[in-house]
């Protein structure tokens, strides 16, 4: 079936620095890309979303890019702060049997040092 | 505020228990959906409403029974669950089930099962 790897599963990085989650996805008709932040106790937190018809998006600190072809897309998070720890889970839309579904990666707990 | 209301935030229960996990969303949106989230694996749909139809059980054991009175409502029916049912479960909404809506979480119910 359709599945979204995700990489790395735990990032450390220091405050300041820029921090990059990498996913793939195997359905090629996804268009549908978003980016969720989960913190400890709360459910996932929409953060971006990029759709099929764009390569990049940006939000402030953070940006979003899609590769089609190689059916990559990538999280981007600039000049990072503590608050930014937190979980991280990409997922693609399904297609198949219709509805709007989402699959999602495993995760990646982003770690911000001071 | 996520907009999404999810209760209780935490369950314990034996496996010969009933009991129901309630979820209210204030977005106007009309889909509704549950979630399994477990430790180190991907977030699992279980169900989805659309305009109150289920449109979507991804092959959910019938331990689990949803409930979806009003496009604002969705409840989560629990009976005679197992240990491996322990789990955070997620309900989110979205303005409707179409194609790359974007989906919003509440922050869960956290349900152990002894």
């Known amino acids: ?14 405050e300041g620095d820029s921090a990059v989650i990498k996913c793939t996805y195997s359905d090629s008709a996804s268009n549908y890309f978003p980016w969720y932040k989960q913190e400890l106790g709360k459910g996932p937190q929409l953060i971006i979303d990029i759709r099929s018809n764009v390569g990049e998006k940006k939000d402030q600190r953070i940006a979003v890019t899609l590769n089609k072809t190689a059916k990559h897309f990538s999280l981007h998070i600039t000049e990072t702060q503590p608050e930014d ?8 839309n399904i297609l198949t049997g219709g509805g709007n579904k989402l699959t999602f990666g495993t995760g990646t707990q ?3 040092e001071l | 505020e996520t907009g999404v209301t999810q ?9 010969t228990n ?27 749909l279980m169900f989805v409403y659309n305009f109150k139809e289920q449109t979507e059980n991804n092959s959910v054991p019938s331990r689990f029974s949803p409930e979806c009175p009003n496009s604002s409502h969705l409840f989560l029916h629990l009976h005679t669950l ?3 049912d322990s789990a955070l479960y997620l309900c989110a909404s979205s ?14 119910t956290r349900l152990s099962i002894l």
Not at chain 2, 18 to 40: D, P, V
Request: glycine share 8%; net charge positive; aromatic share 8%.
């Open chain 1, 1 to 14: 079936g359709e599945n979204v790897e995700q990489h790395p599963s735990t990032l450390s990085v220091q």
């Open chain 1, 85 to 92: 720890s937190a979980v991280y889970f990409c997922a693609a």
């Open chain 1, 110 to 112: 982003l770690k911000v």
């Open chain 2, 7 to 15: 209760t209780p935030r935490h369950l314990v229960m034996g496996m």
């Open chain 2, 18 to 44: 009933k009991k129901s996990l309630k979820c209210e969303q204030h977005l106007g949106h009309n889909a509704m959906y549950w979630y399994k989230q477990s430790a180190k694996k991907p977030l699992e």
């Open chain 2, 82 to 84: 197992q240990p491996e």
């Open chain 2, 95 to 108: 303005q409707d089930g179409g194609v790359s809506q974007p989906q919003h979480f509440g922050d869960g």
